[in-house]
Structure formats: structure tokens, C-alpha cells
């Protein structure tokens, strides 16, 4: 259920309250003075939340704007190439 914004004229209490989208009341009762409170404009709240999913997308989202910087590639070290001491192998064509 979506979350809507209602303010009080009478007190000024800003609150919110969770209502099903089939059955969104135009006002509600004001927990503090009891008045009848309208339903308020408010923002969008499509970056409240905590899921895995969205700290995947803020932690790529700040890899464009601040990169990490690293001194070496990740993973273990690079071994070096195998030289062969066959003298044998010396008398193969080369590439
Ligand atoms: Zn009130």
C-alpha cells in the first residue's frame, strides 16, 4: 500500500498514512485535533527504501561519478611465462 502526505489546516500537523490505491480518502481525521485534515501534494519517495537491489544500483551509480582507484589489477598476481631451456626448442620456427 502506497504511503499519502495529509496536512492539517487547523493545527498544521503534517502526517502520513498508508491507504490501499482503490480507496484513497480525499481527507482524514487529524490524529492530534480530530478536524478533518485534506490529502497533501508531496514527492515522489522512489528512493526511500533499503533493498539489496538498490544498493547494488547506488554503489554502480556512484563507480560513474567517483571510481575507485586501484594500483593494481584485482585477482592473484600474473606468473610469468614458462621460458624453456631446451636447446632443442631454439631450432623451432619462430612466429
Ligand atoms: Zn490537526
Redesign the pocket.
Known sequence: MPTYAFA?R????AFDQRHSMAEIPDQVE?P??S?P?PRAISNPRLGVGNTTAMKLQDATRATADAPQVVTQLPGRPRKPTPVSRNPLHQKLPRP
Open positions: 492539517c487547523a493545527c498544521g500537523n487529524c492530534e485535533c478536524e485534515a
